[in-house]
């Protein structure tokens, strides 16, 4: 059978430029991918009928003699018709739909590609970090604090110093995939590499492994370590302490520990901000006639606060400067809300008084209803 143009083939005009011939590459073998036609021979044929016009149209020395002599020019030289000349970097900028084509195209064609996957052994990576999560006091959150956290982390095997060998012995190329750390299987089209099952992708076995470590390189121990909580600290907050995490592989440096804060609730204080809120009960008469009362801050002290006559139930107060301290070295302002209590049980001599000051004032028999806007304001 005649083979077809390979513009035709691509969708792309004779003059199109690498972009547009790259783009109409993307999307057929997108469209014919083996991995999205599994069985449908003619999705294959297609898909590699592309693959062979991009890579002779992506080269500019293949691609003007075939602008010259068409097909017949190109015998001979290799590369063309045949999915050897597969180019990976068509689809660099395109993981979204296969995550990393390059590397999916690697496995199916041998290479060939401009990446490539190393096997064997990894050299050193960096430990996984670790979340503690740490409740503390509120008072504790204001005004910070020190608390000792307990946790258990992987560290280097003090034995073997992180190589699982035992001593005396040491890391053997695997005999298996001969220190690649991928094994290749070959099914007609397709050539798929997976981890090597006897090294698990090492590229390295241990004839004696470590006894202390059972050749993982690595123990689980306990530590406490003591971590500074900051003044001002809010609930979810998170408090990274470098290398507190697991040990890494293959002598690799640990990981980060990392405190996530929660903050236990105060039964009469609240915050918002650098702001402290709390509810304080006055007598009808306080609230009338005015009042100087003290009241207790978050760290005991106790703050004069003077009531205007009258303050009607629910009115916020300010004291300020005694909230939250804040990184800037300010603070925050402690508002205090104001409940009017009235006593459920009077004596006959304070019901006599209180009937003359309705009766000096004048009671409403039919009051005007209150908007619920201006009493929430």
């Known amino acids: 059978m005649a083979k077809r143009d390979y513009y035709e083939v691509l969708g792309v005009q004779k003059g199109a430029s690498k972009d547009e011939i790259k783009k109409g590459y993307r999307k057929l073998a997108v469209q014919y991918h083996p991995d999205k036609n599994p069985g449908n021979k003619e999705a294959e044929e297609k898909f590699k009928e592309a693959t062979e016009a991009y890579e002779v149209l992506s080269d500019d020395q293949k691609r003007q003699i075939y602008d010259q002599y068409g097909h017949a020019g190109l015998e001979g030289m290799g590369g063309a018709g045949g999915p050897g000349g597969f180019d990976p970097s068509a689809f660099q900028g395109f993981e979204d739909i296969f995550g990393d084509f390059s590397g999916i195209f690697e496995n199916l064609f041998g290479g060939g590609g401009t990446r490539r996957r190393s096997g064997g052994r990894q050299g050193p990576n960096q430990g996984a970090s670790l979340r503690y999560d740490l409740q503390i006091d509120f008072k504790d959150a204001v005004y910070g604090t020190k608390a000792e956290v307990s946790y258990s982390r992987n560290e280097t095997c003090s034995s073997c110093k992180g190589s699982g060998a035992a001593s005396g012995s040491s890391r053997k190329t695997c005999s298996t995939c001969q ?8 099914s007609g089209f397709f050539s798929i590499a997976s981890p090597c099952p006897a090294c ?11 006894r202390d470590c059972s050749g993982s390189g690595v123990q689980k121990k306990r530590q406490k370590i003591l971590v500074t909580i900051p003044a ?4 979810g907050k998170r408090i990274s302490i470098p290398r507190q995490g697991d040990a890494g592989a293959n002598g690799g440096p640990y990981g980060d520990l990392f405190v996530f804060i929660r903050i236990k609730a105060h039964p009469y204080f609240e915050r918002s901000g650098a702001d402290l809120y709390c509810a304080i009960p006055i007598s009808i008469t306080q609230a009338a006639l005015g009042a100087e009362i003290l009241v207790a801050s978050l760290d005991g002290k106790q703050l004069k606060l003077k009531i205007p006559a009258g303050t009607q139930n629910g009115k916020l107060l300010r004291l300020r400067d005694e909230g939250v301290p804040s990184q800037n070295g300010r603070k925050g302002d402690l508002y205090i809300k104001i409940i009017v209590q009235v006593p459920t049980r009077l004596s006959s001599k304070a019901k006599t008084l209180l009937e003359e000051v309705a009766k000096l004032e004048g009671e409403n028999s039919s009051p005007t209803p209150i908007s619920l806007a201006d009493l929430q304001s």
């Open 232 to 235: 001002g600290v809010e609930d």
């Open 200 to 210: 698990h992708g090492e590229g390295t076995t241990i004839d004696n492994p470590c």
């Open 179 to 186: 220190g690649a750390g991928q094994v290749r299987h070959n």
